[in-house]
């Protein structure tokens, strides 16, 4: 198995559909080099006493069974091989059905350019010096197949689903849209018109202001994972020439991985790949572009506490995130802070759901996350509620955080929590879909070959202390605290419960008023 490169020297057809998501995305070009240094903590400047629940109205839960045994799981061996021309090829055998996944990842996602990624990835399909869009979308409808491209954060994936009989027919089309794409004009300009209405629409979403306003507070002025809401200036000077631009640049075989999944062998894959993708050059690494993470070596944590507020009068709900930045996904306190997660917030079952929305009834759904990342990503809590209930929410939220932090878990609760991660994981490699997205984690992320068969031991590994060490560490106790909602009611609020606060108020273009 070649050695997984995490570098850079590493269409949907419904366009206008991915747009309305791209275009609200905060952000695969190459792995980080170096490494960045997480941000120590600081002392919390409010109260975070947790109001304590009336044992004799507090409902009554029968016990859950206990756990399974827990089911064995082989991570599969994955055949791959290097193509001539550089192109990194996996392949991911499950012969139950006649037929055939193709992704072709890229390595440059909406972090290298937020617009130019999304329109680049949504004009392959309009057509090639070899074949017209109606001539592609009639050979792959023909044999009942898909053919597309989407990006995201960190990558742009051409992919084709095929039955096995038709699988050269879609290489060869995938090649073509990849190698030969001509970028009509016109094409264009559809999807820049599609980019201004979401873009528009994007500012009436609370729940997009609030991940967009998020992230723009937690990271650096101009990381890629925290750009400011973009313009429709920015959408209108895009040109023909910066699309092509961006595709001579990033679409490159020594700049992607291919992965087949389903009735192939890599036998049979591999003179596909030679034949199809012959004549796409590679180039020197030096020439691939420097991943914009790079340029960003440290980060930091707020040193008091500042609320920001998106003032959107007349809203009866309350948007709420709250947290910091964490770890890159390939840090070694990675699965650990992952229980530590898993113990507050990661599903239904974490204290945040079971006390905030089930005791207390201040949400329908509370929960944390880790966001994934070649640079640190976030630790967030993710929740709304009503306005008149912002500041018992509050209280609430920070007073789980501390606890976290100060507090041992159980020894039930931390033995609990180890086995549902540990016996679920099968659940998450059950199918050649499983398995792809596994082996893309490891290629986008920069992890080691072997991360997967080794990962339920390394969930085992975890010590109850390490709950609170990796807590302390980085889970910091001065978050960052974004709300989005009417404006006086919620700075009323704020001055009342977080009584050291900053508040920062701004419009729903998120400028500050």
């Known amino acids: 198995m070649p050695t997984m490169k995490p570098n850079r020297a590493p269409l949907l057809r419904c366009v206008v559909s991915y747009i309305a ?26 109260n975070t006493d947790l109001p304590k629940v009336n044992p004799e109205t507090a409902r009554a839960y029968p016990e859950p069974p206990g756990p399974s045994e827990t089911r064995p799981v082989n991570f599969p061996k994955i055949a791959s091989f290097e193509a001539s021309n550089g192109i990194l090829v996996f392949v991911v055998e499950n012969h139950e059905v006649p037929t055939v996944s193709t992704q072709l990842v890229l390595r440059a996602g909406t972090m290298d350019d937020e617009y130019l990624a999304a329109f680049t990835a949504g004009m392959l399909g309009e057509g090639t010096s070899a074949r017209s869009k109606a001539k592609i979308d009639e050979a792959i409808e023909f044999v009942g ?23 050269k027919l879609a290489l060869v089309l995938m090649a073509d849209e990849v190698m030969k ?12 018109q599609a980019a201004r209405a979401s873009l ?8 997009v202001l609030a991940d967009r306003l998020f992230n723009r507070v937690a990271y650096p002025e101009g990381h890629p994972y925290g750009r400011a809401l973009p313009s429709e200036a920015r959408i209108n000077e895009i040109t023909i020439a910066d699309v092509k631009k961006f595709y001579s640049t990033f679409y490159r075989p020594n700049n992607a991985f291919l992965i087949f999944s389903g009735d192939v062998t890599a036998a049979e894959a591999k003179p596909i790949v030679e034949r199809t993708f012959a004549r ?77 929305r089930e005791e207390r009834s201040l949400t329908y759904g509370i929960y944390s996350q880790i966001s994934l990342g070649q640079a640190p990503g976030t630790f967030q809590v993710t929740t709304n509620t009503k306005v008149a209930t912002l500041g018992p929410m509050l209280g609430a939220i920070f007073g789980h955080l501390e606890r976290l932090r100060t507090e041992a878990p159980s020894e039930t609760e931390f033995n609990d929590t180890v086995q549902k ?48 060490r990796v807590a302390k560490k980085y889970i910091h106790p001065i978050p960052h605290v974004v709300l989005v909602g009417s404006g006086a009611e919620i700075k009323a609020q704020v001055e009342a419960v977080l009584t050291t606060a900053t508040i920062k108020m701004y419009d729903t273009n998120l400028r500050l008023k």
């Open 21 to 46: 998501a791209a275009s609200v995305l905060c952000t695969l070009g190459c792995q980080p080099s170096g490494k960045t240094t997480p941000p120590d903590p600081k002392p919390l400047p409010v």
């Open 280 to 356: 796409w050059a590679k180039v020197d690494e030096s020439k691939l572009p420097i991943n914009p993470l790079n340029q960003f070596k440290r980060y930091t944590v707020p040193n008091k506490l500042v609320v920001h507020v998106v003032d959107r009068p007349g809203s009866e709900q309350v948007e709420i995130r709250m947290g910091t930045v964490a770890i890159a996904r390939n840090h070694e306190d990675w699965v650990a802070l992952q229980v530590a997660n898993n113990i507050l917030g990661d599903d239904a079952g974490g204290r945040l759901f079971q006390d905030i």
């Open 421 to 468: 991660m540990i016996g679920r994981f099968p659940l998450e490699v059950e199918t050649a879909s499983d398995i792809v997205a596994k082996v893309r984690e490891i290629l986008v992320f920069g992890l080691a070959n072997d991360y997967w068969t080794k990962y339920r031991d390394e969930i085992r590994a975890v010590q109850r202390s390490d709950i609170q």
């Open 145 to 167: 197949g898909t053919l597309g491209a989407i990006p995201s954060q960190h990558t742009t994936t051409v992919f084709t689903h095929s039955l096995h009989r038709d699988l």
């Open 200 to 207: 528009r629409m994007s500012t009436a979403q609370p729940d």
């Open 181 to 192: 794409a001509t970028f009509p004009a016109e094409s264009l300009e559809k999807l820049k």
